[in-house]
């Protein structure tokens, strides 16, 4: 994330882009996206979460004085994203951010395809590595979607790489790469594409990198399903299949 911001030089006091980030679906914020902008670059921030508990911690941190940060307690859906954004937007006078952060484990497909109050330089989407690199699919919309009561392995949720991007490039965004643990999708709006020359991997290795063993038994304990194991358990659950604008 740095060196994006770094090679769109959204940093500069030229940049059209306010010093200013969303993130949504941050649990205690203690492991984000954004965090280091807040505290080393001090931008502004607006960030979410479904948890009471989770946004009372945040607002016991340091940096919630420290720095212009807004935590709010939402359960994010399409119908309620843009009205929540532009709250925010008007409190603080802005009509854009620079960057925004998505990750709910569930429906951020159509959360993000939702998203018109603000056109960010960054896009930050979670996917779902274990539906492969050829698959254009997302879990079906629930507005109630919560991963765990959806299936008990906590598997089922989110979108494939290839619906992500195919997603970005119908809303004006360029697939800029992943992390490498296979979590991260990141997209640079079209219109900063010459600031910043790059390459991508084949979409297979930002699938096959995925080595997370978070998957849950029916008794809620972690039962450390690996490979195709995981795939496996959630194989039989029906997903949507998302429009293809990649050709």
Known sequence: MDLLIEALELDSIHSPYPRAFVEFGVQDYTESNTRYLLKKRNFMGFIMDGSATHIE??????IYWKHDLEAQCAFIT????NTLIKQWLDSRKLDNIAILSIDIDGVDYFVWEAIECVKPAIVVVEYNALFGESLCVSVPYRADFDRFLAH????????SIKALISLGKSKGYIFAGADSSGTNAFFIHQSLESKLPFSTAPLQEYCSTHHARQSRDTFGNLSFLQGDERLKAIKHLPLHTCKDFSH
């Open 152 to 159: 008990h392995s906590g598997l089922y949720f989110g979108a």
């Open 57 to 62: 911690s945040i607002k016991q941190d340091g």
């Open 78 to 81: 399409k119908d309620n994203i």
